[in-house]
């Protein structure tokens, strides 16, 4: 059975950083990604990351500040948030994608979710 459960989240000032983790089951080969909905907005594509860890793909807001990685023995894969801006506030997902290769930005190419982690970015 696939479990995603994220840690990490909280309140942090403009500038600051925060790491999400996503400790996840059910196999290591998958491409996973992280997304967000802030209040009021539809879910969005933050970053993803094939099974192997070498290839990743952001949005363009957070290309240079946020990091995406992965442990594949600890089961783990983190996002690395640097530079957070008030915009970042968001709930923020993982997700393990239906595919092996592809490293989709649609929510529909990710089957099984997480339960969301809250960040909040005062100014």
């Known amino acids: 059975q696939v479990q995603l459960v994220e840690s990490g989240g909280g309140l942090v000032q403009a500038g600051g950083s925060l790491r999400l983790s996503c400790a996840f089951s059910?196999?290591?080969?998958?491409?996973m990604g992280w997304f967000r909905q802030a209040p009021g907005k539809e879910r969005e594509f933050v970053a993803a990351?094939?099974?192997?860890?070498?290839?990743?793909n952001y949005t363009d807001s957070v290309k240079g500040r946020f990091t995406i990685s992965r442990d594949n023995a600890k089961n783990t894969m983190y996002l690395q948030m640097n530079s957070l801006k008030p915009e970042d506030t968001a709930v923020y997902y993982c997700?393990?994608?239906?595919?092996?290769?592809?490293?989709?930005?649609?929510?529909?190419?990710?089957?099984?979710w997480g339960q969301g982690t809250q960040v909040t970015v005062s100014s």
């Open positions: 059910g196999g290591t080969l998958y491409t």
């Open positions: 997700a393990r994608s239906r595919s092996l290769l592809q490293i989709g930005l649609r929510e529909y190419e990710y089957e099984y």
């Open positions: 990351i094939r099974g192997g860890g070498a290839i990743t």
